[in-house]
T-cell receptor
Framework: NAGVTQTPKFRILKIGQSMTLQCTQDMNHNYMYWYRQDPGMGLKLIYY???????DKGEVPNGYNVSRSTTEDFPLRLELAAPSQTSVYFCASRPRGQGRSYEQYFGPGTRLTVT | AQSVTQLDSQVPVFEEAPVELRCNYSSSVSVYLFWYVQYPNQGLQLLLK??????LVKGINGFEAEFNKSQTSFHLRKPSVHISDTAEYFCAVSDPYGNQFYFGTGTSLTVIP
């Protein structure tokens, strides 16, 4: 299993541009999450999904959109990039079912700079 | 809502010495507690978790943590650290359904040879 994969690894955007951060997991996990990590701030939840077709806002959803059309994919969309969205973005997933360990499996991250 | 406070942003410690990384949480409902480790330029990896049962939980790499409900704490300990333990450590709490997770600001552990 590849686990959780994220593309791209790095990206520089100009203010006002848009882009999609891709996240794919091959573990058949129901739950998927998007976080941003800013220096000294820990991780903040942007959006999460409990299954295909179901998404909900986290702590910091403004400026982002998500969709979940399949179990495997959970893309994060930035419509009008702003310097405040400069951050490292992590995607994570976890299984649902018996033994519910609540362990999240993280991808390697996407480092985004908006200038 | 839940929140997590990690009391130390940086902890330097000599190799083979013991270490404790402190974590306090606040919540009006029962929660689940976690410690994750992040090595440079990598994603996070679960060290250990408390869901229920024994308040002393053991994780990978010789780490353990104790859940103290009265003090709303979940401190991480290791009796003897190695150079390879140098990393960022995050305490996290989830809501009772495991839908939303709240992370602390992290503690940077540096092991000095």
């Amino acid at each position: 299993n590849a686990g959780v994969t994220q593309t791209p690894k790095f990206r520089i955007l100009k203010i006002g541009q848009s882009m999609t951060l891709q996240c794919t997991q091959d573990m058949n996990h129901n739950y998927m999450y998007w976080y941003r990590q800013d220096p000294g701030m820990g991780l903040k939840l942007i959006y999460y999904s409990v299954g295909a077709g179901i998404t909900d806002k986290g702590e910091v959803p403004n400026g982002y959109n998500v969709s979940r059309s399949t179990t495997e994919d959970f893309p994060l969309r930035l419509e009008l990039a702003a310097p405040s969205q400069t951050s490292v973005y992590f995607c994570a997933s976890r299984p649902r079912g018996q033994g519910r360990s609540y362990e999240q499996y993280f991808g390697p991250g996407t480092r985004l700079t908006v200038t | 809502a839940q929140s997590v406070t990690q009391l130390d942003s940086q902890v330097p410690v000599f190799e083979e010495a013991p270490v404790e990384l402190r974590c306090n949480y606040s919540s009006s409902v029962s929660v689940y507690l976690f410690w994750y480790v992040q090595y440079p330029n990598q994603g996070l990896q679960l060290l250990l978790k408390y869901l229920s049962g024994s308040t002393l939980v053991k994780g990978i790499n010789g780490f353990e943590a104790e859940f103290n409900k009265s003090q709303t704490s979940f401190h991480l300990r290791k009796p003897s650290v190695h150079i390879s333990d140098t990393a960022e450590y995050f305490c996290a709490v989830s809501d009772p359904y495991g839908n939303q997770f709240y992370f602390g600001t992290g503690t940077s552990l540096t092991v000095i040879p």
